[in-house]
Structure formats: structure tokens, C-alpha cells
């Protein structure tokens, strides 16, 4: 295969599948072109395709595709540049849109055809004088007519030495109207003052007995599901739909002091535009003037707002809540956040899992093994002395139940509307196979600074002196280092009183701390300079808990002991119980001295033993690898640099969405909230979406091993086995749209 660098890559839309031997067809026809390597995707209706441009052009591909029986069209331009997902999804739903209104109108027009046929059919009490060749001009209208979808797919499945379940279902309704048409010409179905008495039970009838409402049902019913089923595949895909369609239309550019209303497909990098309240943020960008707090939920499912002053990062389709905000555009088109977790979400539904593969593969060898038993099914029935139109309807009844479409639906549709659901909580799930680990995993590791703490410093307790009070040393400390920027300063000076005294003549002490005079005396910040005294013990224990202790002097005088850390997200507590709920084990995992370390693990409940500290970042891989040498399967969570290496190593890589973008490349999920209970909710959604493809797959096995024998043991007639295999289609689908209604793990309970 070609260098991927060198490929050309593009995004088509297949229609005319109708089922996942459709796709594997499609997916085999383009394979073996030169330098091509193409993915089909049946639920998805997409064909993602990476070719030699040098061999292969994209008419070539659109050709192979409508030289195997069905249409495609581009959905990227060709060569391969980004595309927004959301044009894409247009271009689908437009065709998606047309051949649902064609089945609607077919399937309309053949119910009102149908029933008519069905109620003369099975109520002798209207069965007038030739009701029954009344009844085949109906009939023939309906087979050939809306039945033509099934007959059309078959003949060309038939032209490539291919069977899908459209030829089930030609054979079993050309079976019963080829039968009736017999009986009806050259048996005595045709004479006039005929009687039939219908039930929903196999008939036992002679050779007068015909089938005409069979066909119209099956048929009707069966267009009714396909209908349903393109229905609900857009359904599916609103998740993704409704996150794309978030960002803003327009953006009040500034051009010469100006603003300027132009659409956002304009905006260049370092164009500046307004938000006012209440306003979408045009595009990703930095705010160069103003402050405002942002409502990230689109995009985060995280509820509270986010404050943001000059130089803060800002997210492209976020709602900016109050101030008046001036922001550069960084990042526009296809390389905006929302843009690329639109992309990510859609790779995941066009990629296939284990167990989709092997449906697949299931599928090949199933219908030509389903006519098989509906032939022998026929002969045994005639050796066994059954007559003629026993034998034939079980043959029939086989057919028609088998139909493998609950089969191919059964996991791209829960994909489809899983993940969706996912990135409307902040949670993009990369692929398919991701599912399958989350089920396996039974450690979780959790990196400390960013992940299970805030990464930002902040004063963990104050201990006066004997003749002070801790907001007086609390404030005095503040009027000094309210002139510093280290981080220990800023968490002083942002846990005291704004109303508090102010110090002046600042002075930086390197590495001792800091000094100003406050109130006509001199206070000293930092390292200790004077005798501690009774405060020796606070300031130990301080330090013994991985803490930083600072101590504060008046005049030369010890006033008091302030320990600062790390502070603790405030809901990595609950989260990590939810976590241990779900049968992980928790791991912490730092480079921070083991004091800090232990002291963060027992607030959090994790185990002492299972804390790693001290630990570089290249290391990190190797804390991984010997847990998986101990035989277990690992989850690690983190949002640095230094993680990138322990989530690729990881068997479920989780990365924080305010993390790094090598962090987020590297993982199997990306949390774009920087909440720990997003980890929760991942593992939980996957788990869920894995369970509801395991009942799909259940539901469809068990369907056709079931009623299968029970067609061909000649219990079962075509006309229910054609209205429960249309059924069984919607139930597999309406299974897979209660993913939508999947909620977020509440850490505040």
C-alpha cells in the first residue's frame, strides 16, 4: 500500500443499501481497485475511502460503486481537504430525506391496496363473485410495482453471484405469487363462487388455495420497516446533527473601528469580533479585551459558566454570558474545536466493531444457507407425506422470516446513537473497539496534578500564634504577596478578605520569600527566618502532608503558619467511588513528593498502596506496563504532556479536554470537560451502548433460531412470518434510540 502521506482521501454517500451483505459487497468491490483502502459503513451510508491518485480517481470509485448496483456521491471535495461534518450531514439527510418520501408514498399506496386484499381474503362473508381475480389485479400491482425495491436489488445481487435478504424476500413473495397465479389459471382457484377461509396459522388448504394476501402484506409490511428503518437512522445521527448546527452564523466583526456583521465562514485567523451577552462565540479564539463568564455546556455538558478575562482561551458555538468580550480568532472552518469533535464522532460511527465484523462475515454465508433449508424444508415436508401447499407455505415462511435485517442493524445503530449522545455530553468516543474495552478494564490509573486535583494552588488551612487570629494572619500575609505572581502568592492573596490592609515598598527575597510594610510594620512571607516556637509542629505536619508551609512574621516575630497545596476537584471524591462502583480499582499516579501523594489518595479514598509518587514522566508508561504484566487491563485518565505516552501504552486511554492536544490524540475517549465524573460517565455510556448492542445481537440470533425451525416444521405462515421479521427490525432500532435518553453521573449526590 501506498505511503499514507501520499494517498488521496474522500468521503462518499452510498445509497441503495439494504443491508450489511450490501455494504461488505460495496467495501470488497472497491478493495480491489489499485491503491485503494475503503471502509462501508451500512448504517452510516458512507464509503470512507483512502486512494493512490496516481492509480485511482475518485470517478473511478463512484463508478465501481454504481457498477455494483447502487449510486454514491461525494461528500468531501476530492483530494482529500477538510469538509465541515456538518455539510456532510446535509448531503445525507437530503438523500436520506428523498428515499424515506419515496417509501412513504410506496408504502401508503400499497397499504391501501393491500388491506382491501387481505380483508376479502380472510372474510368469507365478502367474498364476492370473482373476488379472487379482483384480488390478483391488486396483487400484481403491489408485486411488481412496490415490490420492485426488493426485486431490482435482487437481480443485481444476482448479476455479481451474490444473494442478500432481498433475495429472501423476492423468493418467498415470487414463490407465493407464482403458486397463486397457478392456481388461479390452471387449478380450480379461478372458478366463480370461490371460498377460502384465512387465519393467521399455516393453512392446510389443496391445491386451490392461493396466496395473494401474503404477498401484499409481506411486501407492505416489509416497506413499512425499511421505512422506519431510514427514519430512525436520522434520528440516530440528531446528536451529531444538533452539536454541528451549535456554532454561531454570523460574527460582529471589527474592520476600522467598525462593526461589521459577516458570516462566520469568513473569518480568518486574527480577525477580532465582539460577543455581547447572550451571544454564541463566533470561533475559537483569545479574548483581547473584556470579562465575561462563558456557559461551555454545548460543548462540555459541564453547568457552570467559566470566567474569562483578556488573554483567556475561548471555544467557537459556547454562550458567553454577561460582560462585552473582544476576541482574536485563532482557529476557523474545519480546525475549530467543534469542528474536529465533529469529526471524531463521525469516524466513530463510520468504523466497525469486533463484533460488527463478525455479523458481517455471519451474513455472507447466511441467506445462501436459509434458501438451502427452505429447499429442504420443501422436500422433507413432500417425503413426509405433507401435500404440496404445506410444503410449500413452510418453504415460503422460511424465507420470508429469515431475513437477516434486525441482524445488520443490531450494532451500527447503537454505535450511531451512542456516540452521538456522547459528544452531546462532552464525551467523543474514537471508535467502535473503545466499547469492547471498557467492559474489559479493571484498573484505573489517575494522574494526580489536573485530574484528580485543580493543578492550582490554594491555602488548605491558617494556624496563628498564641496572641493573633488566623484572618489577621491571613491578611497580613495577603498585603504582602498581593505584589507577587508565584503561584503560593496568588493562592494567599486570593483566599484573603478584598477589603483587607495593603502593604507597601514590596520586596521579592529570592528563594526565601517576600517582605512589605503593612500598617508601619514589617511582615515577611516565606521561608522561616525566626524561631517558630509552638508553631513548629503545624508547620511540620504541613509539610508531612505534601503541603508547602509558609510562615509569617511581624517585626521578626513569628505570627503564624499558613499551608498551601493542590487543591482537590470537588468532585473527584464521589467520582472515584462511582469509579470503584463500576469494578475499577483506583491507582494515583504523580510526580509529587509521596507526602502529597498519600495526604490527596486518603482524601479521595484511593489505597495507599496503589500510589505511585515521585514518579518522571517517563516512567509513567512503565507504572502502566507492570500493572498490565500483573494481568490487569488498564484505564488511565491524565491531561499532560507526560501522559501521552501512559494513554497510548493504556488499554483505555481517557484524555482531559482542557488537557493538551498530544494528551487527546493519544487516548481512546477525550473528556472535553476537565471533570473527573466525565471519566464516569464514559465508561458508563460505552458500557451501556456495548449491552444494548449485546441485546440487539440477542434479539436478532434468537429471533431467526427460534421461528426459523418452527417455518420449516410448518408452524408458521408467510403472512405473520412476513409481518414479525419487519418488526423485528423496528424493535432492534427503537432499542438503540433509548441510548438518547442516557444521563450525565451526578457528583454532587
Known sequence: MTARSTLG??????????????????????????????????????????????????????????????????????????????????????????????????????AAVSLPVMLVSMIPALQFTYWQWAAFAATTLVYFSAGSVFHRATLVNLRHGTTTMDTLITLGTTAAYLWSTWALFLGTAGEPGMRMRMSLAPSHAQMDEIYLETVCVVITFLLLG??????????????????????????????????????????????????????????????????????????????????????SPVTGATLNTSGRLVVEATRVGSETTLAQMGRL???????????????DRISRVFVPAVIAVALLSLVAHLLLGSGVAPSFTAAVAVLIIACPC???????????????????????????????????????VLDKTGTVTTGVMG????????????????????????????????????????????????????????????????????????????????????????????????????AGVIAVRDTLKPESRRAIAALRDLGLTPHLLTGDNPGAARAVAA???????????????GEKVGVVKRLQGEGRRVAMVGDGVNDAAALAQADLGMAMGAGTDVAIEASDITLMSNSLGAAVDAIRLSRRTLATIKGNLFWAFAYNVILVPVAAAGLLSPLLAGIAMAFSSVFVVSNSLRLRGFERYDSSL
Request: charged share 25%.
Open 9 to 110: 482521501h474522500i468521503e462518499l454517500g452510498v445509497t441503495g443499501m439494504t443491508c450489511t451483505s450490501c455494504s461488505s459487497r460495496i467495501q470488497r468491490k472497491l478493495n480491489k481497485l489499485d491503491g485503494v483502502d475503503a471502509a462501508v459503513n451500512y448504517s452510516t451510508e458512507t464509503a470512507t475511502v483512502d486512494y493512490d491518485p496516481a492509480r485511482t480517481t475518485p470517478e473511478d470509485l463512484i463508478e465501481t460503486v454504481r457498477g455494483a448496483g447502487y449510486d454514491a456521491f461525494p461528500l468531501s471535495p476530492v483530494g482529500g481537504e477538510e469538509v465541515s461534518p456538518g455539510n456532510e450531514l446535509a448531503a445525507l439527510d437530503d438523500a436520506r430525506e428523498r428515499e424515506a418520501s419515496h417509501l412513504k408514498r410506496t408504502t401508503a399506496w400499497a
Open 226 to 311: 425499511r421505512w422506519f428503518e431510514v427514519k430512525a437512522k436520522g434520528q440516530s445521527s440528531q446528536a451529531l446533527r444538533e452539536l454541528l448546527d451549535m456554532g454561531a452564523k454570523e460574527a460582529a466583526v471589527l474592520r476600522d473601528g467598525r462593526e461589521v456583521r459577516v458570516p462566520v465562514d469568513s473569518l480568518v485567523p486574527g480577525d477580532r469580533f465582539v460577543v455581547r451577552p447572550g451571544e454564541k462565540i463566533a470561533t475559537d479564539g483569545r479574548v483581547v479585551e473584556g470579562a465575561s463568564a462563558v456557559d461551555e455546556s454545548m460543548l462540555t455538558g459541564e453547568s457552570v459558566p467559566v470566567e474569562v478575562t483578556a488573554g
Open 345 to 359: 464522532v463521525t469516524a466513530a460511527q463510520a468504523g466497525k466493531a469486533p463484533v460488527e465484523r463478525l455479523v
Open 406 to 444: 434486525a441482524l445488520g442493524l443490531a450494532t451500527p445503530t447503537a454505535i450511531l446513537v451512542g456516540t452521538g449522545r456522547g459528544a452531546q455530553l462532552g464525551l467523543l468516543i474514537k471508535g467502535p473497539e473503545v466499547l469492547e474495552s471498557t467492559r474489559q478494564v479493571d484498573t484505573v
Open 459 to 558: 491555602v488548605s488551612g491558617v494556624h496563628p500564634a498564641t496572641d493573633r487570629t488566623a484572618e489577621e494572619v491571613l491578611g497580613l500575609a495577603a498585603a504582602v504577596e498581593a505584589g507577587s505572581e508565584h503561584p503560593i502568592a496568588r493562592a494567599i492573596a486570593d483566599a484573603a478578605p478584598a477589603d483587607g490592609p495593603r502593604g507597601e515598598g514590596f520586596r521579592a527575597l529570592p528563594g526565601q520569600g517576600a517582605e512589605a510594610t503593612v500598617a508601619g510594620r514589617t511582615v515577611r512571607v516565606g521561608r522561616p527566618s525566626a524561631p517558630l516556637g509552638r508553631l513548629k509542629d503545624a508547620f511540620d505536619r504541613a509539610e508531612a502532608a505534601g503541603g508547602t508551609a509558609v510562615a509569617v512574621e511581624v517585626d521578626g516575630q513569628a
Open 603 to 617: 482524601e479521595v479514598g484511593i489505597d495507599p498502596a496503589n500510589v505511585s509518587a515521585g514518579v518522571l514522566p
